[in-house]
């Protein structure tokens, strides 16, 4: 099993910043590709991010791409998503999630879901 817990969500400006964490434990971390979602009010959870096992390959959404910048640090166990000229449209509850596998941006191939942390961007 792998745990997965998130931190770093909260209230911010339109036009401002956020870093989300994700820490991991349980299994090898560096064995697992790791990814960010995130689901808002009322529809389905999307594909935001990804970085391969090793942190060589990412792949991010078109929506977030120069904006959201995927990283991890497979010393400490953590996966980072930096967030940067936050809209509206990007408050959701943003999930952390891991697979033994390569980077794929459809959900239902991640194996491992942390419980989230909540971004509320005020316009």
């Known amino acids: 099993q792998v745990q997965l817990v998130e931190s770093g969500g909260g209230l911010v400006q339109a036009g401002g910043s956020l870093r989300l964490s994700c820490a991991a434990s349980?299994?090898?971390?560096?064995?697992?590709?790791m990814a960010w979602f995130r689901q808002a009010p009322g529809k389905g959870r999307e594909f935001v991010a990804a970085?391969?096992?090793?942190?060589?390959?990412?792949d991010a959404a078109d929506s977030v791409k120069g904006r959201f910048t995927i990283s991890r640090d497979n010393a400490n166990n953590t996966v980072y998503l930096p967030m940067n000229s936050l809209v509206h449209e990007a408050s959701a509850v943003y999930y952390c999630?891991?697979?033994?596998?390569?980077?794929?941006?459809?959900?239902?191939?991640?194996?491992?879901w942390g419980k989230g942390t909540l971004v509320t961007v005020s316009s």
């Open positions: 970085i391969s096992d090793s942190g060589s390959s990412t």
């Open positions: 349980g299994r090898t971390f560096s064995n697992y590709a």
């Open positions: 999630s891991a697979r033994a596998g390569s980077l794929t941006p459809h959900t239902s191939y991640w194996a491992y």
